[in-house]
């Protein structure tokens, strides 16, 4: 009897994670020593009880201490692509968190994601474009499973620039700013993530399309995936019993695969504001992970949802904890 192997692969959004003495966007913003032994505990038992092969990591302020902390629980590989910045004035503060990957199998390679020159030019963007955070995109070759690619993302999140420099600096209280902010400023937001999300999904068909590489693209997406900004990255094509060159590219929602996705009434919040549950964080998979596709690779496919730290009805950030869920798939092969 031959047996199966199972492979886990999770997202974990970790809220600020900036090991005192540094603090996070303000002075004031740090952890005393309790309150980072707390935190530091929380994600260690947590990823414990996950057992990632493969975890994909936001909001990292301190890409060291999560390398030595992810190195003792056996993720001995770790990558980042980006380095968080540093106050001109205060040394200590640390803005523009990045991703990170760990895993207990080797990596082939792990590179920042650089957008298509080509399809920036289409998109009109190719001068001013930057992501927000810097993606990852980490090639894998798994036994009995074949190459993998895995993108690490932290798409643009929902909080709105100000644009009170447009107006002349006017009052921050001025209706006509709120106004703006909250109508072209909220529009711009989203186009931002759209965009960062398009040169993602544009790189992940392109790479299965030339590479013949299943594909997981993880992380803190920021807006529902049903979201006009978002939607578009899991159009599927027609699924004939011989599939066609269209049918060899595409993504799929994982929990939509997962064989135990009827065990829920809906699919499981990751995050909660003012007491309303939202999904923004996604595991989406290639044909290859979906158990009855014609190409599959895998057995099964199981989704999970870690959120018992979440608590609906608090408004404000636990910094201890996280206020995200930490989302996973296993797959037997």
Known sequence: ?????????????????????????????????????????????????????????????????????????????????????????????????????????????????????????????????????????????????????????????????????????????????????????TMQSQISRSLEASIVYYDALKTQREKSSATLVMGDFNAHISSPALSFMTEQFPIDNEPSKFDSVGLFESFSISDNQFEFDQKPPTHYFHGEGNVLDYILASKEFSPTHPNSKVESLTYYNYASHLDPKRDDEDIRYSDHAAIAIEITI
């Open 1 to 185: 009897m031959v047996r199966q192997k199972s492979i886990k692969f999770a997202s974990f959004n970790l809220l600020n994670f900036a090991a005192p003495p540094y603090a996070f966007y303000q002075p004031e913003e740090t952890y005393n020593e309790t309150q980072w032994v707390t935190k530091t505990q929380f994600i260690t038992g947590l990823i414990q009880h996950i057992d990632p092969s493969v975890i994909v990591f936001q909001e990292v302020f301190n890409p060291d201490i999560l390398a030595s902390l992810c190195d003792e629980l056996g993720l001995k590989y770790f990558a980042t692509v980006d380095t968080p910045t540093q106050d001109p004035v205060y040394a200590n503060v640390l803005f523009n968190p990045v991703v990170a990957i760990a895993s207990k199998i080797p990596f082939k390679q792990c590179k920042p994601l650089e957008p298509s020159h080509e399809l920036l030019e289409y998109l009109n963007n190719l001068a001013q474009f930057k992501f927000n955070r810097t993606p990852i995109k980490c090639t894998f070759e798994i036994d009995g499973f074949g190459p993998l690619t895995i993108y690490a993302v932290h798409f643009k999140s929902q909080r709105v620039h100000s644009m009170a420099h447009i107006l002349g600096e006017p009052d921050q209280e001025d209706p006509f700013l709120t106004l703006l902010n909250q109508t072209v400023g």
